[in-house]
C-alpha cells in the first residue's frame, strides 16, 4: 500500500510540476499553451497541435506577414517551438541587385515565439523579394508588394472561420485565392479555434494560408475564438466571469491576451490612438491603404456592453431571445456600448480623410444586422434574435453605420457563418451602406441558416436575382435590413456536416471565401463569393448564386434625395474632397473624393447647407447658405 501511495504521490508531483512552468499567471492560466511551452521536449507529443509544432530544425519559421504604408514595414515572424539550445532571433534580409542584405534583427518573444520587425522610411513604391532567416538554417521567403496605386482595380480577398473540426490542407482555397491575385489579404477572425492552445492554433492557421500570405499585405483582426471564448463582449478590458462572456471582458489572464494582440495585429499599421484598455490591453483599430483605397479596421467587439445582467433574459442564454412579444426598447438602453466613443470618433475623423484615397470601405468582425433564423440546427435552432452581433445594441449599430456612410463605404466582415449582402436601414429601408458577411472557409463549426418562417419575399423594390427570399426586412431587433444575396448551407446539422467533411472531396458545405473588387474609374464595388472547392481558374467556375452583385460606390448611401445644390464648379483642382454639411443641425451629410471638377451635391430634405472642398480634406473652400434648387446654379469655388 505504501508504495502504491509513493506512486500516486510522486505522479501528482509530476502533474502539478508540469503546469508549474506555465507561462500566464493564476489558476485560469496553467493550462494554456501547453502545445508549445519551452518543456515540450521533455515529453511526448499528445496531440495533433503537440505533433504538429514540432518540426524539424531548419523549419523553424512557419510563416511571415506584413503590411507597409506611409514609410513603415511592419512584418511578424511566428516561428515553431525553439529548443533551449536554439538562438532567440532572427534577421530580415532583403534582395537588392540580385544579393540578399540584412536589414533588421529582432528577437524571438516567449510565451508565443513571434518576432516583431519594423523598418521606417520604407519605400512603398517598389517590390522587395525578403526572406526571415534562423541561424539554425531556417528560412520563409516572400515578396513586399508595391503599394498598387496604379491599378484601376483593387481586390481584396475577405475570409474568416477557418474550423479546427477539420484539420485537413486548405489547398484548394489557396489556389483559388491565389488565381484572383489580391491586393489585400482580410482575415476578419475566427483564424484558431483552439482556446487554450492559441499559439499553436495561430501558427497552423499560418502555416495553412502561409503561400498567399507570403507575398501580400495582410490584415487578420481578432474576434472571439481567437481570444480563447465561445463568445466575447470586451466592455472596455474588464475581467469576465466565464468563458462564455457574457458579462463582459475576457476570461483569460492579460498576459494570454497581449500575446494574441501581438501575434495577430502588430503588423498592421500603428493604431489611430494607441491608449490601451483596462488591463493594459492593446488597440489596434487603424486605417489601411492599399492602391487609393483606405480600409478602416475596426475592433466592433473591444467596446461593446455584455448582454448579461444589464437586459432581461428573454432565451436559452443571456445573449439569445425567442421571446415574440418582447419589447425592442427593453434592450436597447442607454449607456450600452457597441463601437465605443474612441471608434466613432476615429470612424468620423477617418471619413474626412481622403489623402492618397479614392475610394473607403470598412473591415470588421462582424454584421451590423441580425441575417440569421437559423443557428446551429437546421430543425431545432431557430432564434428571434441574437445579441452577439452588430445589431446590438440597436442605438449603437445605427450610430456606427451613419459614421460608415458618411464615407459612402462599404462592410466586409465575417464571424456569421452564412454568407450574406445587405443594405442596411438606418431610418428607412435601403438608406445605409451595403455589408458583405463572407461565408466560412470551413463550415463545420456551427451552421446558420436565412431562412424566413413565413416562406415569403421581402418587401420593397424586388432583388433581381434568382433567389427567393430577398427584399426589405426587419431583423428581430427591429433593425431594417435588405437582403440581396444569400448561400444556405445544404446540411441540416453540424454532425451532417462534419460526416460530409470526413468524406473528403468537394463537399459543399456553402463554405469558401468572399472577393470584393474596387473599379476606381467607375467608383463601382463588386461582390463575389467562392465555394471553397473547385477550380476558379475552369471555364464555367460558379460563384454562390446571388453573385456576383455590383453596387456603385454612391449606392451606400441610399437615402432618398430631395433635390440638389447649385452644381459646383472647381477651377484649378481635379478631382476634389467634397463635403456637405445640413446647417440646422451641423450634421456631415458625406465627404467624399468627386470625378473631374463639377459636382451636383444631393441633399435629403429641404434647408439650407454648407459646402467644404479641398484637395485632400475639405479644408481650403467653403460656400455657406446653400439651398437645394431645381436648376443647375453654377457656383464656383
Known sequence: MKNVLTLIFGALLLWNGAFAQSAFPGERGKNLDIATREDIWDREPNGFLEEFVRVERDEVIAFAI????????KMTAQLFPLKPN??????LELKKNGEWKKAKTATVNYPGWYAQLRIDNWDGSKDVPYRVTHSGGATFEGLIRKDPINKQEIVVAS???????????????????RAHDPDLLFFAGDQSYDHRELTAGWTWFGFLYRD????RPTITIIDDHDIGQGNFWGEGGIIADATDGSSGGYYYPHEYIKMIHDQSTWHLPDPYDSTPIEQGIQVYYTDVKVGEVSFAVIEDRKFKSGPKGKIPEMGPRPDHINDESYDRNTVDLPGLKLLGDRQVHFLNEWSQDWEGVEMKAVLSQTAFTGAVHLHGSFDEGRLLADLDSNAWPQTGRNKALTAIRRAWAPHLCGDQHLAVVVQHGIENHRDGPFGFTNPALVNTIYGRWWWPENGEAGGGTPIDNELEWTGDYLDGLGNRMTMHAYANPNFKSMNEARDLSAQGGETNLEDGYGIARFNKSTRTITFECWPRFGDVTKPGAKQYAGWPLTIRQEDNDGREVYGYLPELVFEGMN????????????EVLYTVRIQGDTFLPKVYSNGKYTVKAGKDR???????GLKPTAKKIKVKL
Do not use: H, W
Not at 618 to 624: I, V, W
Open 66 to 73: 506584413y503590411t507597409q504604408q506611409s514609410g513603415s514595414l
Open 86 to 91: 536554439e538562438k532567440r532571433e532572427v534577421t
Open 159 to 177: 475570409m474568416s472561420c477557418n474550423s479546427s473540426r477539420d484539420r485537413g490542407d486548405r489547398e484548394s482555397i489557396v489556389a483559388n485565392v
Open 212 to 215: 498567399i500570405i507570403r507575398d
Open 575 to 586: 478631382d476634389p474632397v467634397v463635403q456637405v454639411i445640413e446647417e440646422s443641425s451641423g
Open 618 to 624: 475639405p479644408d481650403e473652400f467653403k460656400k455657406t
